[in-house]
Nanobody, 114 residues
């Protein structure tokens, strides 16, 4: 089970930190990712982290602004979002994937005002 939280309303240039709490399974062998879906658009990948080696991936449109990291003791993956832009407005979802096994959390809404 994945539980995402931390969304909210922020002005452009501001910051938010999203949390994805993982429960019910060990995420040691999973890649944990954040996706987002803006109004009227499809879901797109934002960032992910592979627990086994802490390897990370960032979409070009968030590089240098967002940071993904995990707190293994709390089974939580965070997405620190800085220098937010109105284009970052979307519902953000966390995802856990290992092979064909995949879990999705509920979304958390991020709204960036100009």
């Amino acid at each position: 089970q994945l539980q995402a939280s931390g969304g909210g309303l922020v002005q452009a240039g501001g910051s938010l930190r999203l949390s994805c709490i993982i429960s019910g399974f060990s995420f040691d062998d999973y890649a944990i990712g954040w996706f987002r879906q803006a109004p009227g658009k499809g879901r797109e990948g934002v960032s992910c982290i592979r627990r086994s080696d802490n390897n990370t991936y960032y979409a070009n449109f968030v590089k240098g602004r967002f940071t993904i990291f995990s707190d293994n003791y709390r089974n939580t993956v965070f997405l620190q979002m800085n220098s937010l832009k109105p284009d970052d407005t979307a519902v953000y979802y966390c995802n856990a994937k290992r092979g064909l096994t995949e879990y999705w959390g509920q979304g958390t809404l991020v709204t960036v005002s100009s």
